[in-house]
Every structure is written in C-alpha cells, then in structure tokens.
C-alpha cells in the first residue's frame, strides 16, 4: 500500500526565509511523487510532480523538490518565501493505479 | 479554457436527506476523479471514471454513495440518507486520461454541511 506523511501540520517563515516542507512516502512500486497548493476556497493547484529521471524536479512560483529514493522524500523548497505563498501545501504519491493518495497537509505561514 | 467546474459551492442539508454533486470536467478530458477532504481524514480518493465507466471505486465509504457519469463528460456523486460524518468539501478532478502520468485538473469543491 502507499502513504504520504507530512512532516508538521503548520510552518510559519518571515517574508524571504527559506521555506521548507517535508514530504516521506511509502510506496511498493516506484513512485510518482505531486506538490499540490491550495488556497482558500479554491481547489487544488499542481506546483510540480516526479515521475522519472531528473530528480530535482522545478515548478511553477520557484519551487522546487527533490526526490531521494534512499530517504523516502521528497521535500518541497523555496529559496525566499512571498506573502503569497501563504497556503495549504499537500504532498501526493501515486504508485501503479491512478488515484492520487494524499498526505495530511502542511500550513504555511508568512510574516512580514 | 474552462476549468473543472463543480454544483453547487454550497449545500447544507438535514441529516437523512439526499444529496447530488455535480461535475463538469474540463472539455476533451476523459478521466474523471471524486475526491473528499475533511478534517478528520485529510483527502481522500472515493472513486474515478475512464470515459463513463468507473474501474476504480475502492474510497466509496460507504454503499450510500454512488456515481455516476454520462456522455463522457458530467458526472453526479449522490449520497443517500446523509449523515453528520458526511459534511466535508467534495472535490472533483479530471484529466486528459487515465494514466498516473496525466495531471489531475482540480475544481473548486462543494462544501456538504448535514446538519
């Protein structure tokens, strides 16, 4: 079977800090790996996904991921956190069928 | 172009009523999908649609819900007799096909309140 945890319910970085949100997965079979955002109200929006080869893996709003098979992960990064990056962000895997199995979420907030 | 589009944004309804959610996927796409997030379970896949059959409805909680999917294209999640556990925000996505590889496309969600 396949699982997503979601290191940490709620971050909170000053405007410009590095963010970082951690994402381990489970999975028997290699993995496709998603970053999802979602901002209030609204439904959920693709930063990025893994699927093979490059493992460092760019996405929209300059995030980006890293997938480490050794470590099961798949972290998420910003260099420089935005105001508007305040949202919830969810890890997904998806193995051999194609639903998407989703963690926890992670809450990120931005101060000024 | 449109994106997913989901009916009603909103539904409170009685506890024991029925419900139906509608799904109107984005043009051309063939894959459809139903997810549920709540505060307790996080989200959850209930079932998906390749064209109007539906090979995968392992996350169907329970035998009160159901979907359905005509022509291809809308798709109508009903939940029968609601109950209390039932309120979430039910989300549909729909891609190009099916097929891991193919981005997930989400709509905005109707929020079920039972009271």
């Known amino acids: 079977a396949q699982s997503v945890t979601q290191l940490g319910s709620h971050v909170s970085v000053s405007e410009g800090a590095l963010v970082l949100l951690r994402c381990n997965y489970s999975?028997?079979?290699?993995?496709?790996l998603f970053w999802y955002v979602q901002y209030p109200n609204q439904g959920l929006q693709l930063l990025l996904k893994y699927t093979t080869g490059a493992t460092l893996v760019k996405g929209i709003n300059g995030f980006e991921a890293e997938f480490k098979k050794s470590e099961t992960s798949f972290h998420l990064t910003k260099p420089s956190a935005h105001m508007s990056d305040a949202a919830e962000y969810f890890c997904a895997v998806s193995a051999n069928t194609d639903k998407l199995i989703f963690g926890t979420g992670t809450r990120l907030q931005v101060f000024p | 172009g449109a994106g997913v589009s989901q009916s009603p944004s909103n539904k409170v309804t009685e506890k024991g009523k029925d419900v139906e959610l509608r799904c109107d996927p984005i043009s051309g796409h063939t894959a459809l999908y139903w997810y549920r997030q709540s505060l307790g379970q996080g989200l959850e896949f209930l079932i998906y649609?390749?064209?109007?059959?539906?090979?995968?409805k392992s996350g169907l909680p329970s035998d009160r819900f159901s979907a359905e999917r005509t022509g291809g294209s809308v798709s109508t999640l009903t939940i029968q007799r609601t109950q209390q556990e039932d309120s979430a925000v039910y989300l549909c996505a729909s891609s190009l096909s099916s097929g891991r590889v193919n981005e997930q496309f989400f709509g905005p969600g109707t929020r079920l309140t039972v009271l």
């Open positions: 999975s028997s079979v290699p993995p496709y």
């Open positions: 649609f390749q064209g109007n059959s539906a090979p995968d």
